[in-house]
């Protein structure tokens, strides 16, 4: 059975990463959430104070990407892989709404998004591969076999979002929330290089009403068409 590369782009909060996960468990195949690595460089720049509010040292931590070292290992009490920057678990750490407001910002910088580019690239080369985030099928794999283009509409992902924040223990309103999703919205759309954009061979997903199962069944579906095709 040959195997194919499956690019899932989408809106923040779209639960790109919760489908590609367990879309990469029921195809056997490797998932690498690309989010979460500009999410590890947004991190990195906080923890180093070259970003904060009011003031981005854009140049500085562009010097630095070479000091950062992003991976993936495999945690079977959790049933997938965690994000490791430089040797260290930062896994929670990534997921606050302090790092979510942050990496947008990260995002735009075109050397992060080269450095990045060319890692996730390699990650693919063998194919069999589920990768999630904004320029996956118009960019990192342009002629990847099943691309998917996830949305719903702001309201429903700050919902979502709000929801996921809470039962983690942060303490926030929906309001900030919102805010933050519908300005990532802006600023991934807006942005020079690589903005978040359909593919004109994506299939469009608005899962405003959907369940993860349906979502999960009709790409499944999708997948199993092109891989025996």
Known sequence: MS???IAIDGFSSTGKSTIAKQLANALDYIYVDTGAMYRAVAYFALKHNLIGDGF?????LVNRLEDISIKFKFNKAVGFAEVYLNGINIEADIRTLRVSKFVSPVATLSAVRSKLVEQQQLMGKDKGIVMDGRDIGTVVFPDAELKIFMTASAETRAKRRYKELLDRGHKLSYEDVLENVTTR????STREDSPLVKAEDAIEIDNSDLTIKAQLETIINLA??????
């Open 185 to 188: 919205d802006h600023i991934d």
């Open 56 to 60: 981005f040292k854009e140049d500085e």
């Open 224 to 229: 199993n068409q092109r891989i025996n095709a």
């Open 3 to 5: 195997k194919i590369i």
